[in-house]
């Protein structure tokens, strides 16, 4: 329930006001270099406070390694990556406990397992994913260090302002290694991740909402490159039937796309197809990437190409309806103002980090990655 | 990799061209009546032939149940339905052996296993699925005979022609037993599985493409009904992220959404969230139903809504090309005319099958429906 | 629950007077040479009605290979071997339906399942390990291809009677080819599969038994040869324990050593370590084999070295007494004369079986066998 | 490879010399009471420098809870369960780095791993069974909060010493409240956990064998009481499976036995089952339980009895033959005192732990514990 992966597993744990986060990577083969480093920062990125658009909480999220690792290589045991929480609040939320939030796992947790941590959502918070990208920040390592593979997340669409860059806007952008770089840049400068040219408009649409109270979602982009020909197991363990678990369990995802996506079931098969051909060198070839990256399951040699829907964020300061679980009154909320406006940057490195566990997962499966030892 | 699901284990098996395909369901608890015909019911739904726009293969797909049942109920062991082939044409494929179709599993099967039953797509085959609906049989019967769950799919487009029906269109109808039950009839009755007054639209969008020897896509939304609150597992055994992965591990299949899905991305929080209120009896209901039925993984007692995009059928008459592997040339095919031009309506059974599998399984591990016995 | 394994998987299926029994092997990599005579012919030694020694029930137990298979090779996709059940007598059992058996295992799934297939014990007969061997005659084959693995099971022991012949007692057998070849061929001459001289007296000694309308037991080693180092995934997929499981999840099965086994207990360290060595080629190697096989859940390149326990077969003439749970009155029973005096030769089939499927599933998790492919 | 369990699921990591040890127990349902204290009393017991017979490592083996629990009880999320290790003295082990010692996980360790953690044994060391043990803590109060059940494991045997207690041979104390009671007593106060009256004749032969520098083993004798009858799912889930691979996972454990065990397969079919009867209240009651609780692979309600062979520790003083795997030398060596001349009484904490962590997890998948929610 709280282990992602089956070879290569990760376990989250922790609460968003308990005493620590994070996961226990196990089955990452030994001999992979490994150090803090690699983790925290992946960390930095998904750390709140990095921009006005993200929650004030200040927490460093500083992780400590404190298995699995030899020599500063890893041994093939489980590595556990521990983050302490700082700054906790329990109290701020004493006034919620007994009003589930619209839109918030409050209410499940609440009836499903009756004594709920609600401090912060408690383990439906965010915070959570902490351990998420930890194991992540392990597997890209992993996938880095063996096939070169390289993912990329960023922003498309927040709100109702679509931006204007997008992989099959500008798929020549991740054939090049200089123009992938100065991707790469244009998206951590940005804070929302976001490389499009009109993101400015996007920002002012969020600070629009933010003056209202209110929270918006977006889209997010995901493209994995190098992944080789041959990952995925047909049929209950397909490379995009994984992926599209993966990143439906984070939080706040309510769709996933893989390649075209809903823009297939309005095409014809003969525009749909990616034709094949034979370049100079009797590589084998595809002349389009609608398919995005996955046929019959397996991956085909093409970027690997995914968009995942965000929610607007649930906790609101706007005034809302809901229950009190304990008066069995009709009352009225609003909640206070240490949340995101928007998540969608924040959740782009959790995105990337569920892509990432899952190829190394499946690429142990598939026999690329050995699973003991490199 | 040929397993669905945990507790409730649906193990599929066969070739398009092979003996024979079907499925091993374990943990399937006991005592719940069981015959041949709750399974041939479901398959009748999935047969190719049922009208002009699918494949004239001619199978009668006949169900035998040959483990698992005693005296008319399951006894908690693994129930085998087992269908026979009959109609195998194995010669027609040998010309395009070598020369793997566009958009099809042809190549990376090929590349991955060497071995590749190409006759008729192998193991790649929607014929496949006759174990997916065999399991969902299982399922369904459980879930209706435990908690009176009904899970209903219908095509909402094709191709570019969007249809005038919808969950979020007409919520009513679906809270009503009449206009439930006459929403089910007419679904039934449409070759296409489409309720939408303008299906005939739909139908003419294909013949169009018929007649180019082309194929088309569409969208599928399914409903589940009577699904109790508390279903579904976080962090990563979540109801939304099961079931995506369940129905993306349908062939064809590129997106998949819970609730608005994509939809969400461009709403605002207070849009969004869907309030809460007791009813004069004091029971918990939501205003609204964004979510599409689950909040923070686990259902919150409103119907379930999915929705997912189907290509087109990638064996299409057309001219195409493509690539030679024996001779390694660039070549172009046309495809002999024994294929769906849509497979929307035939994907439907599929698509209810795995959420009913889905659900199965989590309702179990959940603890609603016991492992054992009922 | 019916499966076993996580790579390499074996799904067992059906009941001793059902309609068929068999086994789905799943995770099979493409390109091994299979047919169904290499499944028939360790069916064949499992067979009822090899020996004065064993039930008269009469099965050809045939086996058909319904999927799975291309050209003479397996593809990697799940391979369905089927035996249709011929002797049924269903009625041979309505008079003990309600008086469960000692030592059987009809009181506890009566009261698990309540819907229980009693007719020669469901579910629960030794019948169901056809399944078994199907999938061990499968990964005999895979291990034997790979690896030049070989399994060879053995009765030592009968009832009070224990045999000349065992590992330890002549390891030096196990390295010669010629006297390995000789050792294979007395145990299959022999009606108790016993190379000891002193089988003679096994025999007597159950012919006594049966006189008396008794069962009798015994002890049988397996061995495995040419294992290569490393296989085996601490901490809990340690290879020892595995097997441990694996044997243990036979019925009859009450106990399993490895090495030296309970004998390990008595001694000093000093006397149980293997001492290691390079020989002249700077290999390493063993002066003793102890451990029989395996160091921290590792192989060790050593012979792996098993043995089980086998409890006389429930079922015996004798009167005994019982329940009977409609009228809830103490009996006796006197159960008919169809069954195994003693079951032990048998169940060495069953137990290689569950040898080469372990290692099966464990060489692929470790490594050894590509995932997909030879 | 580090999770044990499905379920109910403890993930445990850590090594010898590292920063930590551990375990994070996943699948534990809502709802239990838990706190430090019910972990630390079982870490306690498990603990070194508790007699003249352990090792002298000073450690408190002090647990800290870092999530998981909310108001003194578990919240179905996962709890992590961590030990910081404090004597850590890795220089202790440069001088054996390269000669693995005979007996030993070095050699597999280091040759499948490569960067093998040598120091104390690293991750094959016994110290790594502390998350066994917080597992084995949370799953006893598990059971003994939900069934009363009680799991009780004691020394029956050390070295060629037998003792004069056991489970059959006094079956009577394991019926009576007050004997138990002070059977738990005397176990506890025994530094070799041995109830029997000759344990003095033991712990002599421990003493001369630590003269010699050398080690011994032992037997380990475990009853689990008030198990409910059906517990326990066949085929390859059989509670007796289960329980063998749980504790042939325990370092040092060569063999294991249900009920009579070897023993067995000595008796004639009328001597070894276990005949039935109806009490005076129509209660099913056995006569004997020579099946030790498991009959068909479900409980059957009488004690489960379990034993296991503990081979002698192989770390000894003595000279020893190895090799040296820098040099390609072979040389001798001897190994530094620091070690346990017997790791028995140590190991039976352990052993609980392993029989009550197999128990919850059956138990929750056999439907008798909830698996979200108490």
């Known amino acids: 329930m709280n282990t992602y992966g089956d070879m290569f597993r990760v376990t989250v744990f922790g609460e968003s006001h308990g005493r620590a986060v994070g996961a226990v990577v196990d089955g990452c083969p030994s001999n992979l270099p490994l150090n803090e480093e690699d983790i925290q920062k992946e960390l930095n990125r998904r750390k709140p406070g990095q921009s006005i658009f993200s929650t004030p909480r200040k927490e460093e999220d500083k992780v400590e390694i404190l298995s699995g690792i030899f020599r500063g290589k890893t ?18 939320y004493e006034k919620i406990k007994d009003t589930p939030r619209p839109g918030h796992a409050d209410l499940t947790y609440k009836l499903k397992y009756k004594n709920y941590d609600y401090r912060g959502g408690g383990r439906a918070s965010g915070r959570v994913t ?10 890209k390592k ?25 992989y099959y806007k500008n798929p020549e952008v991740f054939e090049n290694k200089e123009s992938l770089k100065s991707l790469e840049e244009s998206i951590e400068k940005s804070p929302l ?33 190098n992944v080789p ?65 996955v046929l019959g399951g397996i991956s085909c040699g093409t970027p690997i190409v995914l968009r995942i829907a965000i929610k607007p964020t649930p906790s609101i300061g706007k005034k809302q309806r809901t229950i009190n679980l304990k008066t069995y009154e009709n009352v009225e909320i609003e909640i206070g103002g240490r949340h995101d406006p928007v998540i969608v940057p924040r959740i782009i490195p959790v995105a990337e980090a569920m892509v990432a566990i899952t190829l190394a997962d499946l690429m142990i499966k598939s026999g690329f990655i050995h699973p003991c030892s490199l």
Chains 1, 2, 3, 4 share one sequence.
């Open 229 to 293: 020909i041959g990952v995925g197991n047909p049929i209950f363990n397909k490379l995009n039937a994984e992926l599209a678990r993966g990143l439906m369990s984070i939080n706040a995802v309510k769709g996933v796309e893989v390649g075209l996506g809903f823009k297939s079931a309005e095409l014809y098969g003969s525009e749909m197809n990616d034709e094949m051909y034979f370049d100079e060198d009797k590589n084998i070839k595809f002349r389009t990437n609608h398919c995005g990256g």
């Open 75 to 92: 041994t093939g045991a489980p590595i556990l990556g521990l983050v302490y929480n700082k700054n906790m609040r329990p109290k701020d």
């Open 193 to 225: 991740r976001c490389p499009s040219t009109n993101s400015v408009e996007m920002e002012e649409y969020i600070l629009k909402a933010m003056e209202e109270k209110d929270s918006v979602g977006g889209v997010v982009e995901i493209v994995a490159l």
């Open 130 to 139: 902490i351990g998420h990208v930890i194991g992540g920040a392990i597997a």
């Open 142 to 166: 992993l996938l880095s260090y063996t096939y070169n593979i390289k993912i990329l997340g960023y922003t498309v669409k927040i709100g109702k302002i679509e931006g204007d860059f997008s």
